[in-house]
Each structure stands twice: as C-alpha cells, then as structure tokens.
C-alpha cells in the first residue's frame, strides 16, 4: 500500500494543564517501649535491615554492628538485592526498632538501616449481606452504583491467546473451585516458620494454612483478592473476578500469622517482576503498615526493579487509616498506582486513606452497602470448605485496578507502567466527590473507558523516575513528563484520513504506517496528517519527541 501525504498542518497551543466492622492492622505504632514489653506483630519487629558498604560476612557483621546497636544481633539471611536481616534478641517497638537502626548508620560500614516492619492485611471485615452482589464490577450510575463497567473492558477485548499473569502478594491462596482455572504455579516468600504456620520457611508452595492470630480468625484474605481479579466467569457458580478470560493470578505468600516482613514482600516483588520467576506483568499488593517510603529503602528499591527494570505495574492499597496515604507504606512509594476505596454511592469510604499519594479509587464498601464478595475459605483458624463473603478495604479496592491493569497488558503487550498509569488516571471518572476536593487522585476506576479509548503514552524520565503522575512521583523535569493527552483521531474520509493528537509539552509529529512515516520535526503540541490511500483497514502509529529526546507513541487502526 503505498501512502501520499496530502497536506500536514501544525497548530500550536499551550495544554494547561454501618456495619459491625474489625479493622485488621495498618497502624503500625511507632511508640518507643523497651524490648520486653513488644510483641511481634503490627507495632513491633525482631528484624532490621541493613545496606552494607562493602561485601561482608553475615555472622562477621552481625558481631561487630552488634556494638553499634547497642544489642547483639544474630545474622539471618541476605534479602534478593544482597542487603542483610539481622535479628534481636527480643521484638522492639517499631519506633525502638528504628531508633537502632538509626544507630547502626553512624557505622562507615553502613550505607542504609531501616526497621524490617511487620506489614498487615488491609481490610475491614463488613457484615454478610447478598443484596449487592458484584455492584463493582457494574456500569456507573451517578448517587447510585460505583461500579467500574468492567463488561464495557470485556467487549473490547479479542479473545486471549495467552493470560496476562497479576501476582498477588499476600497471604496465599486456598482452593476454591472457583478460582482454581485461574491460579498459576506461585511461591511462599515467608523465610520464619513461626508467621509461615506451615511448619517451613520458602519455598513453592503458596498455600495458605490460615493466619489466625491474637483472638482473631483467619482472614484468607489472598484468596479474597485473588478472587476479585480472577474468579471463574461464566461458570454458572460463585462470582466473576474482573480480569475475566484474560488473567490469571500468581500466589506469592508474603504475610502469616501476625503479618509479614517487610524483607520477605520486597523479595516477594522481585521474584513476581522476574520473568523467569514470577512472570507477572502486575503486581497487586493490598497490604501496607504505617512509614515513609526513602529512596533507597528496601520497598522503594523493589519497587524500581519492578517498574524501571522489568516493565511491571505495581498497584497497592492506600490503606484503612482514614488518613493521608503519605504516612503509609507502601502506598507512599515512588512509581506505584496506590488505590483508595469508594462505598457504593460513590463516596470515600470511611475507613480509606486519602491525598496526594493516591493515584485513583475503586470500589471497596462502605457505609452505605455490604461490601465487595468474593471468594474466601470457612474455616476459622485452618482450611475447611470454600464459601464467599463480603470484605470491605482498600485490600478489596486495589485489585479492582490490578486486573484493569491486566486487561491493559492483554491488549497492548508493549504498555509500560508509566502509560498504564496515565491511561487508567486520564479516563478515570471524576464526577465521584473524592476527585473533586484531591482525596483520590484522578477518580474512580472506569474499565470501560480505559479499554475504549487509545491508550495514553507516558516515558520513564532519564533519571529514572517513572513517568506520568504515579505513586507520588513524576518525572524531574520543570514541566512534567511528555504525554500525549489526547487521540490520536483517525478521521477517515472516501480515500483520505486524517489523524490528529495533542501533546502536553512541544514535540516533534510522526505517524508511521507500516515501513513508510510521515512528519515534521517543529515543535508543537497540536498535531495533525493528512494521508491519502486506497480502501482498506490500517493499523498506524504515531509518535512525537520532544526538545529534551524524550519519545511517546500511541497505536489505533483506521478504515477507508
């Protein structure tokens, strides 16, 4: 097919931019107690983690650090990125825990020290009620239904050729005939046979033998939310999980009895971003404990090797604080799509964390309504028969968006986080009261939307800051990254098109049609082609760079 460009015009402008509940953990309190009177759990750790300077022995360090802390330390292992777990004597406050690592960084031989938190479940246990059923996963109805229109994805979307894996960190998986087509090989990443309660520390086996702890019963929470990215659809049974015949869920166990390491999560990212491990395009973690995310703390450091070095969206839950998200973690981190929770009628939930840090909101219950359902086991403290219940969380928000997140990955294999992010964000729907007084980010979730429309591009800056407004962090540059915020518009007419789009910034226009392209190298943010050919249907893609080499692309199809 051979292409004509007609005529190209550029025209400049300037974008301007009430139900009984139990809370289960996220305030991580940080209240100085001698070592003796700490039980390991949400307020208190036995583990610190710490960035050498230099290669070192495990047992070596621990003795000579041991002065420094002020407390013997017995060496345990070294995390995925090579960094140390030491262990005290006894478990330590959270803000006890610190202040020793505080300590141990005014050793030369101590590059980064930090408190290895106990990280929780974030969900709040709503009473069971059937009257709402899967009302998240329905089109939105404005006072009415906060639901993401996830049939609108659906029909979208061709049939699978292969399934977009989400891994899921949490607290294993149990099985449930509704959920077991869509369950991949996963991992068990807890190294402490006391929080695994198996009997074992690692290994390939994410099984979930109940978390049970201080008078409460298990919450098999990793199968609630797997549920709600992956439940069997169209089987006549139980409920749908909204990545439909796209995705499948990887179990990474990360949290036992009384939680998890924040040491074992950040292995437990590593391992899922690994494609030759985990393999997983997205990464759900509706987990978090209260703290602040540095930039070479262990979350952050995960996190990036997600992000920038293996193209995998991370999503985690905001929180169940009802507080600002940016004390928390790890929703405060860089590069992460953290997610608040919104009741039925659309409000912010009571109990949901809120602010700058949040990216986008998805439906988590609230006062209003019962809850999300999904797939749970019965037993109380170890695994008996499967069922369903009603969770309501930021846990339950989370996954909602993870597996839009998916469906993203199922249509454009080539979609970077960053364009993930920005795509979800800029279609969001922002009519919800949250968005509009900057308590939850762009919006509610719209599946339908962020499927229909063309995917927004967005580049991961040179320093390595990922592009797009995700996780609290954008790019370094004075304006923001380079997006393209609107098209492209492919407007056919007899035997010409025409193809426009909008940039944020100035940059150069491209549009390439198999091996042939067309452009000019001025600087705008208007762009537009004209192209003339004979009948067909073609698929295009066009590009922009700006002054800086910073390049987007975006990718639709046209009929003459």
């Known amino acids: 097919m051979e292409w004509l460009k007609t005529k190209k015009s550029h025209e400049a402008s300037i974008i301007c931019s009430r139900h009984r509940s139990l809370v289960l953990g996220l305030s991580l309190s940080l209240l100085a107690s001698p070592l003796s009177a700490a039980e390991l759990g949400p307020s208190a750790t036995d583990q610190l983690i710490v960035k050498l300077n230099e290669r070192a022995n495990g047992m070596a360090a621990a003795q000579a650090l041991s002065q420094v802390a002020g407390k013997p330390l017995r060496f345990i292992r070294n995390t995925a990125d090579g960094r140390f777990i030491f262990r005290l004597p006894e478990p330590a406050m959270n803000r006890a825990a610190a202040n020793i690592a505080a300590a141990m960084m005014q050793s030369s031989k101590v590059e980064y020290a930090e408190a290895d938190l106990m990280m929780q479940p974030i969900l709040t246990l709503a009473d069971a009620d059937s009257s709402g059923k899967l009302w998240g996963l329905k089109p939105f109805t404005e006072d009415a239904n906060a639901g993401i229109n996830i049939q609108g994805a659906w029909d979208i979307l061709p049939p699978p050729t292969s399934a977009v894996l989400v891994a899921v960190l949490d607290t294993g998986i149990t099985d449930h005939s509704d959920l077991n087509d ?266 339908g939307n962020a499927l229909a429309e063309p995917r927004v591009s967005a580049y991961t800056p040179p320093d390595g800051g990922t592009g797009g407004d995700t996780g609290g962090g954008t790019g370094e540059e004075e304006n923001g990254p380079l997006l393209i915020t609107d098209g492209p518009i492919a407007t056919p007419s007899k035997n010409r098109v025409t193809i426009t789009w909008t940039t944020n910034l100035p940059s150069d226009t491209q549009v390439i049609i198999g091996s042939q392209s067309f452009g000019s190298n001025e600087l705008v943010t208007d762009h537009k082609v004209n192209l003339r050919g004979s009948k067909g249907t073609y698929s295009y893609t066009v590009s922009s760079t700006d002054a800086a080499g910073n390049t987007v692309t975006a990718s639709d199809s046209f009929t003459l």
């Open 182 to 447: 869509n369950i991949v090989a996963g991992y068990d990443m807890i190294s402490r046979s006391r929080v695994a309660n198996d009997g074992d520390g690692r290994d390939a086996d994410p099984s979930d033998p109940g978390d049970a702890s201080r008078g409460q019963d298990s919450s098999w929470h990793g199968t609630h939310v797997a549920g709600t990215i992956a439940a069997v659809a169209d089987n006549s049974k139980g409920i749908a999980g909204a990545g439909g015949q796209w995705l499948k869920v990887v179990p990474v166990r990360v949290l036992g009895k009384g939680g998890g390491y924040t040491s074992d999560i950040t292995d437990g990212i590593r391992w899922a971003a690994n494609p030759n491990e985990g393999g997983a395009k997205v990464i759900n973690m509706s987990l978090g404990g209260s703290g602040s995310c540095d930039s070479i703390s262990a979350y952050q450091s995960a996190i990036d090797y997600a992000v920038k070095e293996k193209g995998v969206t991370v999503v985690v839950a905001a929180g169940n604080s009802a507080a600002d998200a940016s004390g928390f973690v790890p929703a405060s981190c860089d590069g992460v799509i953290t997610v608040a929770a919104v009741g039925q009628s659309g409000e912010l939930a009571y109990y949901s964390n809120f602010g700058a840090s949040v990216e986008i909101a998805a439906p988590g219950g609230g006062y209003s309504d019962s809850g999300i359902l999904s797939t749970i086991n019965l037993g109380k403290t170890d695994p008996e028969g499967e069922g369903y219940a009603y969770y309501q969380g930021t846990s339950m928000a989370a996954p909602h968006v993870a597996a839009v997140a998916g469906l993203l990955y199922a249509k454009y294999s080539d979609i970077t986080p960053a364009s993930v992010a920005a795509t979800l964000q800029t279609y969001a729907n922002n009519t919800v009261s949250c968005a509009n007084n900057g308590q939850c980010g762009a919006g509610l979730l719209d599946a």
